[in-house]
């Protein structure tokens, strides 16, 4: 069983920043595919960003140029670095790993970007 833990978000005027932080237990860890994506209140859940066990990553037209995301395999972690913020970027914000083809989720970080 793999359990992952977000972190780092908050509140934050537009055109800022945040990181934000997936652990996952276990060090199967670096065998798998990780994603984060977003839920905006009334919308479906929604691809931000993926990056596969080798590092390759893969970016939702609406944050390419923004938002990097990262990975330290020592440390059984997927980051979420955030630039440029923008109102419409307010989201529920989820970790999602992929290993050994099933799917772990975390329980989500709230993020907000005021105007």
């Known amino acids: 069983q793999v359990q992952l833990v977000e972190s780092g978000g908050g509140l934050v005027q537009a055109g800022g920043s945040l990181r934000l932080s997936c652990a996952a237990s276990?060090?199967?860890?670096?065998?798998?595919?990780m994603g984060w994506y977003h839920q905006a209140p009334g919308r479906q859940r929604e691809l931000v960003a993926t990056i596969t066990r080798l590092g390759t990553p893969n970016y939702a037209d609406s944050v390419k140029g923004r938002f990097t995301i990262s990975r330290d395999n020592a440390k059984n972690t997927a980051y979420l670095q955030m630039n440029s913020l923008k109102p419409e970027d307010t989201a529920v914000y989820y970790c999602?790993?992929?290993?050994?083809?099933?799917?772990?989720w975390g329980q989500g970080t709230q993020v907000t970007v005021s105007s």
């Open positions: 999602k790993a992929v290993i050994n083809f099933n799917d772990y």
């Open positions: 276990g060090s199967i860890f670096r065998s798998g595919d």
